[in-house]
């Protein structure tokens, strides 16, 4: 069973920038589908950004020019660095992977794939 611990969040004034990072333990995620999910309150969990094990990336639109995912396989890692941080940032944000695809939000409804407890970010005006 693969373990999957987020951490880096915080609380920061928009236009700052945080970087989350996910280390897993228990397998190596090297050729794993990684992901960045968050949620806020009222709101759908939503897909921030994946990166697949050809290298591929896929970001939200909303997200896109600001945030950054990357992966260091010998720390069996991945990040989520986060520039020009808005408000609408605010969520609890979720590490998750999949050996076989690309997880969707609906996957951890289904207890789909491996997904982190989250990590707190909130950006204030």
């Known amino acids: 069973q693969v373990q999957l611990k987020e951490s880096g969040g915080g609380s920061v004034q928009a236009g700052g920038s945080l970087k989350l990072s996910c280390t897993a333990s228990g397998h190596s995620i090297a050729r794993w589908c990684m992901g960045w999910f968050r949620q806020s309150p009222g709101k759908d969990l939503e897909k921030v950004a994946d990166?697949?094990?050809?290298?591929?990336?896929d970001y939200l639109d909303s997200v896109k020019g600001r945030f950054t995912i990357t992966r260091d396989n010998a720390k069996n890692s991945v990040y989520l660095e986060m520039n020009s941080l808005e408000p609408d940032d605010t969520a609890v944000y979720y590490c998750?992977?999949?050996?076989?695809?690309?997880?969707?939000?609906?996957?951890?409804?289904?207890?789909?794939?491996?997904w982190g407890q989250g990590t707190q970010v909130t950006v204030s005006s």
């Open positions: 998750a992977g999949d050996r076989i695809s690309c997880l969707q939000a609906r996957d951890k409804d289904h207890s789909d794939g491996n």
């Open positions: 990166f697949d094990a050809d290298g591929g990336k």
